[in-house]
């Protein structure tokens, strides 16, 4: 698998939010969005075998173990390592765009779809069908929103699929661009069933910080 990082932080995201968490990131990505903050992932890494993988990790040491990218699914052997790490004992979950099927990878993988708004330039990726029957109640559905147009957008699909009683529903706004404050009016204003999802990651440490 070619790799760019593998390092132990807390998850910034998601419903785990806050958690020591160890991130396998994939190098790689078929999409282009504006607002992408892992470009440095698009190209270069390191070509290492499952075993070294999973030796990192095991030295690393944390129970939670995210996989992302880049689009982690571009990688012919990722449904391989999650189904190992799962077997050591691992809680495993992957981070994708949802542009690719995730029927290969193992059922007890949770699965954080991050559905492409129009303000990422890439919503014509999306997959429809994922979000008909592919989350479960312990997966999550994230929209990262640039703008109250992508908000309401967001609202449409999340009302659409009545994602709000069958997944975790999470909202997040695009780092430096769209105040959270904003953001939080509109879902209240909505009585919207979803969560705020801030990268506690770039408020503990720089924005721009790898590594953490």
Known sequence: MRITEIYTSIQGETQY???????????????????????????GGTDMTLDQIMAEVGRLGAP????????????????????RLLGAGYRVMIETSGAHP??????????????????????????????????????????VVVDEADYRWATEVIREHE???????????VHGRLDPKELVGWMLRDRLPARLNLQLHKYIWDAETRGV
């Open 102 to 143: 995730l029927d290969a990878l193992p059922d007890d993988v949770v699965r954080v779809i991050d559905v492409k708004t129009p303000g990422s330039g890439e919503s014509h990726r999306n997959r429809p069908e994922l979000l008909r029957r592919g989350l479960r109640p312990g997966d999550a559905v994230k929209f």
């Open 64 to 83: 939670l173990v995210l996989l992302t990218g880049g689009e982690p699914m571009l990688q012919r052997d990722l449904p391989a390592l999650a189904a």
């Open 163 to 173: 994602l709000g009683g069958r997944t975790e529903v999470l909202l997040s706004p």
């Open 17 to 43: 939010a806050g958690l020591p968490c160890t991130l396998v990131r994939t190098t790689g990505c078929d999409l282009r969005c504006g607002y992408c903050d892992s470009a440095f992932a698009f190209h």
